[in-house]
């Protein structure tokens, strides 16, 4: 019964923008950590954004930071990824995590694509 569901990828075009949403249910979402993984081809998934469950703190890859921003809405359930100035080498497939370090639960969302190419 644990979901997390992404939306709002898609194709955009160099220095143009996306809102990722992810959209949790099942578990106590204020309880957990959000964060946002990619995985472009041929490459590791990799970290790009956390926030944290309590103080709402916030930590970057090196090669995002000053364009994407994290957030998150405990009311909606939700955390979202807005990412400005694309490049094409932010494309990949987004995946939205929860994970609580008490007790050690992780769950992942199915992952959606972003495309930055003209």
């Known amino acids: 019964q644990v979901q997390l569901v992404e939306s709002g990828g898609g194709l955009v075009q160099p220095g143009g923008s996306l809102r990722l949403s992810c959209a949790a249910s099942?578990?106590?979402?204020?309880?957990?950590?959000m964060s946002w993984y990619r995985q472009a081809p041929g490459k590791e998934r990799e970290l790009v954004a956390l926030?944290?469950?309590?103080?709402?703190?916030?930590n970057y890859a090196d090669s995002v930071k000053g364009r994407f921003t994290i957030s998150r809405d405990n009311a909606k359930n939700t955390v979202y990824l807005q990412m400005n100035s694309l490049k094409p080498e932010d494309t990949a497939v987004y995946l939205c995590?929860?994970?609580?370090?008490?007790?050690?639960?992780?769950?992942w969302g199915q992952g959606i694509q972003v495309t930055v190419s003209s």
């Open positions: 099942g578990f106590t979402f204020n309880h957990f950590l």
């Open positions: 926030i944290t469950s309590t103080s709402g703190s916030t």
């Open positions: 995590k929860a994970f609580r370090m008490t007790p050690g639960y992780e769950y």
